[in-house]
């Protein structure tokens, strides 16, 4: 190392390669991992019999339920789920869920970019130096 360096200039040479492996890591997981929640939200449209999460919702969904229920004067009442009302919900929180999922993927290459755009930055400031 050059001794004209400054500290800080020392420790970003020391942390700059795994700054830049753990940006890659990022930005490539991100987007594996958002092209995977792409593909499911295709299968999702297409064939929502052969996802896992879809066939676990559509299990929990059972006959009529009991909804609410209760007196109004003497009169009692009660309203219960109807089953594809309950399917149309469980189907509408697991696009919930997959969207959480994408938001969560976008920021880890978002946040992945931010690294690197640090790094390379602070290494062409560098350079002219």
């Known amino acids: 190392?050059?001794?004209?360096?400054?500290?800080?200039?020392?420790?970003?040479?020391f942390f700059q390669f795994p700054l830049m492996l753990l940006s890659y890591f990022m930005i490539l997981a991100g987007?594996?991992?958002?092209?995977?929640?792409?593909?499911?939200?295709?299968?999702?449209?297409?064939?929502?019999?052969?996802?896992?999460?879809?066939?676990?919702?559509?299990?929990?969904?059972r006959g009529e339920e009991l909804l609410v229920s209760g007196n109004v004067g003497e009169m009692k009442f009660s309203m219960k789920w109807s089953e594809s009302i309950r399917t149309v919900l469980f189907l509408f929180m697991g696009i919930g869920i997959l969207s959480?999922?994408?938001?969560?993927?976008?920021?880890?290459?978002?946040?992945?970019?931010?690294?690197?755009?640090?790094?390379?930055?602070?290494?062409?400031?560098?350079?002219?130096?």
């Open 31 to 61: 987007s594996g991992l958002l092209l995977w929640v792409v593909y499911l939200v295709v299968q999702y449209i297409n064939h929502p019999e052969n996802i896992q999460l879809v066939q676990f919702i559509l299990k929990q969904v």
């Open 100 to 129: 959480i999922l994408a938001g969560v993927m976008h920021t880890l290459i978002r946040v992945g970019l931010s690294i690197l755009k640090v790094v390379t930055h602070y290494k062409k400031s560098e350079n002219k130096n």
């Open 1 to 13: 190392m050059n001794e004209n360096l400054s500290t800080s200039q020392k420790v970003f040479q």
